[in-house]
């Protein structure tokens, strides 16, 4: 089997500055080309820490990649480390010079510096993957059959990078084949699941493994397989799935690795049908989940985030004396906020959210985590009331889930009246 | 100086599913507690790179903080190999078993089974840190003067037990003191910035590190020192952070360690005024980003997200003859989608967008990319053009952090005026 390790390089990564969603994207692009990640390791810009998780990492790995500490700035010691550390010297690399004039000169318009053009140079001895999309170029070295790789930090220079490398990759190397299937769903819990598939797990061949992936009341799971024969694999895999759906179908989402949102998108477009939105505590997360997806003008028509009293009764039409009554949390009022937008924004379907999402703004008969989600369209609204017990981020992710969710049930259950 | 790893377990962060968000975190709490992070890696639910990880971070590494793997599912191992790291035998912890089952019976009101109450089980020579959020317990490890910490990897549950376990670990070591000075630029390339600044940088004393943090059109400068006296590092830190601020000062935006939506939301508090968006190709996220703080109900009125012509004029009252003119993407529409907001939603300032955000949707005239960003009152309305070359989320998250700033930097020209 071939092992990769990712190194991610950079101070900010070590005192928490910046989130590192670099690891997750190149282990998804790894694992389906077959490469088999072992580990990711993320150290500061310190020239001992580099060659130091070289030399270890090296020792069981057959690919290292490494992201980080390119850039024109004197922190970023990354290429200075590797020159020493492949016994090289800097030249300069004309296609990047060309791509880094042509980038500050048309492009960005503005002035080019001693240090920008610093970043054409590169050591003799390695292979320049030409960045499209930036100034720092990637660098293929090898040693001993390993294959070591550095590429900027920036994440779409990064991917810009690895969509030429993972070819390169596969060619040098023979991959074997892996494969997965995953599942999605909703509304049950880890262990239950787990309960519930027992024995379908203990039965399985050693070759074919389960995992549980939970994130906020939704949790996928997934068969994978691995081996030389393609066919063989995704066979085998294909039966033990079938098996596994059949066990989970009544909380199962999709069959397919996609998102709630995604799911939602794709039954809308099927049926040639429109969703809008009216969200209160979500605050447009809804909508910015939906619209996230390329392609989510032909399913969504708009939305309207009503915070206050004053907006919710001007922008949909919401009673003032039932706001007074219940309040902007209660049944009334998100079956009345699912109404207005039907009317104003004229979609097919709505989604409408009222709720408390913390850490302020709890009462003791509305804890924080009160949420009503009411779905429906011009001939029938549905509502629910849910109790979350998360943090303000957490709470509004699974309020915008849950409420996606609760719109893919109304649709299903329509289609099948 | 007391060196941390962060060990992150999981198949899952391997293959990419789950993005790890727990590490930047845990560094940031870390780094205010004045504990230096050194390493931090991601391994799979594998019994031998587990006891490897281990053994090799323990050389470095005084505390030693582990995430993952403490699932009720069989493919999470971190107990069993714990407890067999470090010699010892499982024993219920009876807190942890009363919790979890108030869990299941009261709280989640699902069935209690066999595989929940073992995670009431815990290695007899641990110390256990309660999880008052779920049910696998924290667990605190002594072996000659290093500290091990397990933790659950859902990360609101490893929140709760981080919030008991820094001060534990403060009391345990003496730390030195490590500060940290942070500030935001809008608008300029990270070598522009680097080139202004060269001669301070290069004047800075050993003790006192420079740091570029690049994040889609801003730039954190951040100025760190360490040492045991804490009113020394401060007053010698502050004295730089003066000269750096001045040196850099028509591109700053704030001096603190704070996001474009704080700085707007802080401006907005103070001067008592409110806000509401027009959005379209942003799709509710500038909404969204405001509504992430808690309390951002004080300055924020409401939003309304026009993805459709239909939905801008009903919503908005854009015109629809210039929209047929014009297009949706243009200054006349984007300032009527202000205009529209204002009128609408009653807020004090409005922030409108309309742009082409890919990867389809572009045109010869108007290629992907484009966007209009309007900001103002009802006396005045500005507008600018952009030209964005990233893909569609960061088209997005660039737009919305523009489009604030235009805010901020109308607001101060206002009270400069």
Redesign the interface.
Known sequence: MINATIITIG???????????N?????????AAGIH?????????VWN?ITN?LN?EKLNADIILMTGGL?????DITKQVLCEYFDAKLIVHEPTLNQIKNLFEV??K??L?E??LKQAEVPDNCKVLFNK?GSAPGMWFEENGKIFVSMPG???EM?GIMEDLIPALSAHFKFPYIS?R?LLTIGV????L??KISSF?SALPFYI???????FGQV?L?L?ASGEDKINVDRELDIFFTELQDKVKEFMVTNV?ESMEEVTGKILLKNNKSV??A?SC???????L???R????SY?????????Y???E??LQVNKNDLLEHGAVSETIVKQMAKGALQ???ADYAIAVSGIM????GLPQKPVGTVWIAVGNNKNIRSQKFNL??????N?QITAVTALNMLREFILEEENA
């Open positions: 101070d900010e990564l070590l005192i928490g500055q910046v989130a590192d969603t690891s997750a994207w190149m282990a998804q692009q790894l694992n990640l072992r580990r990711r390791v993320a150290v500061g810009d820490e998780v270890q850039g024109p700035t004197s922190d492009i960005l503005r002035p510096i240090r920008n999309r920036v994440p779409h991917k997965h995953t819990g880890e262990s239950f787990a309960e797990e493994k389960l995992a549980y992936l939970p994130n996928r997934r994978s690795d809008c939105t969200e979500t605050g447009g997360y809804i909508a910015h939906i619209t996230s390329a392609g989510s003008s969504f028509e708009g939305s309207v985030v009503a915070y206050s004053a907006a919710k001007s922008l104003n924004i004229k913390g850490p302020g703004g017990r998360f943090d303000r981020q957490r509004i």
